[in-house]
């Protein structure tokens, strides 16, 4: 345990200042032992309301706003927004010599999935008054990183996955050697394709957007969460800050990486940037929380991907820690945290973003 305590203060050093979430505060005791306080002092503010009760009756003043309006079609817009994101994704990664590279390439980045961090790249960017084809490249940048990232979180040295969104993993097709060289290829390809096909955007704008897509992957985002993980594994002894530190750097700071990008090349102000943080570092660990609860309570052809792998692993999750019933009500929480945010923006624009929150938290894959 003092090996793992050692190596987490390591990773955290530096990072954006962090908090445990209202939520998780709620599913903790009032006792704090030593390990549990190194999360705090690094820890970034999340997903934190001052008055839940105002909040509250203001989200709901603010989704009926534009429930008022017109009833919302957020499948119609998802399915019109991923049309548009893997349009560009087959633009940005055609096949060329070598062609069996290339198709490796492609495999994942193509398969069929939810495009959750493309879309919020994109509707941030809406949100705050820029174009969508202003947030495309760096939406389809996004989707290459993820694609990266489902590719390695396979291989028999990480997570051990044989199946990945309905179809067998990547290494499982064409051999770990050419996933991790395909993968590694696909993160050089996002940040070319973001610094070519980005147009009209200040050189000072496109150099803090990289830099914030250059932090998700980083030694302080998702790869700081990867390490943790393997390292936790099953050990007895494991604090719930640790699990949430986890999804945090893992799954959450995909979403935020996403949400701040789109929202940068948009023009946002800092207020927006700042507020759009909070929302996507709540939406994405509800995005987790929720994966938890469908990996014991979901088949693996309902999921498309292996169920019950985490429970055999013996890894860390909410439902084992906490229980399902607990898990639910705190993914519940998240989700009116997240749409806490967007009060005070235009009902209309926020709307993909407020019904994000519903769709993250019912889903059922």
């Known amino acids: 345990m003092s090996m793992l305590i050692g190596v ?24 704090e032992t030593p390990e549990a306080l190194l999360f705090l002092p690094k820890a970034r503010t999340f997903c934190n309301s001052k008055d839940v009760s105002k909040n509250e009756a203001e989200v709901i003043k603010h989704e009926n706003t534009f429930r008022q309006a017109g009833v919302f079609d ?21 096949i060329r010599e070598p062609i ?10 193509l398969s069929e999935g939810k495009r959750v961090c493309p879309v919020l790249c994109i509707a941030t ?20 990183i993820h694609a990266m990232c489902m590719m390695h979180d396979d291989l028999p040295c990480m997570d051990n996955d044989d199946l990945r969104r309905g179809k067998l993993s990547h290494h499982k097709v064409y051999g770990e050697n ?27 704008t496109m150099v803090r957007a990289v830099g914030e897509l250059a932090r998700l992957i980083g030694p302080e985002g998702a790869t700081a969460g990867q390490v943790v993980d393997l ?32 929202a940068i090349l948009g023009g946002a102000s800092e207020d927006e940037i700042n507020r759009l943080r909070k929302f996507s570092q709540c939406i ?45 009500k705190y993914a519940q929480k998240l989700s009116k945290e997240a749409k806490e945010q967007l009060v005070g923006f235009d009902p209309e624009k926020a709307a993909p973003l407020l019904s994000m929150a519903d769709f993250v938290l019912h889903r059922q894959k």
Do not use: W
């Open 178 to 204: 050419v996933t991790v060289l395909a993968g590694y290829s696909l993160v050089a390809l996002a940040f070319e394709h973001i610094a070519i096909a980005t147009k009209g955007v200040h050189p000072k």
């Open 284 to 328: 994405g660990l509800l995005f987790q929380v929720v994966d938890d609860i469908l990996d014991v309570t979901k088949s693996s052809e309902q999921l498309g991907k292996t169920a019950g792998k985490d429970l055999l692993a013996n890894k860390l999750t909410y439902p084992k820690m906490i229980g399902i019933d607990k898990s639910k």
């Open 125 to 144: 960017c809406e949100l705050v008054g820029g174009q969508e084809s202003t947030a495309m490249p760096a939406a389809c940048g996004m989707e290459m």
């Open 74 to 94: 957020f499948k119609s817009y998802m399915l019109q927004k991923i049309k548009s994101v893997n349009t560009a994704l087959d633009a940005a990664v055609p």
């Open 231 to 262: 390292l936790c594994g099953g050990k007895s002894g494991t604090r719930l800050e640790e699990l949430e530190y986890i999804h945090r750097h893992k799954t959450a700071d995909f979403a935020e990486a996403a949400s701040i990008v789109g």
């Open 8 to 31: 987490i203060h390591n990773l955290a050093r530096g990072t954006i200042n962090r908090s445990r979430s209202a939520g998780t505060k709620l599913l903790l005791s009032s006792e």
């Open 100 to 109: 069996k590279f290339h198709e490796a390439m492609r495999y994942s980045l």
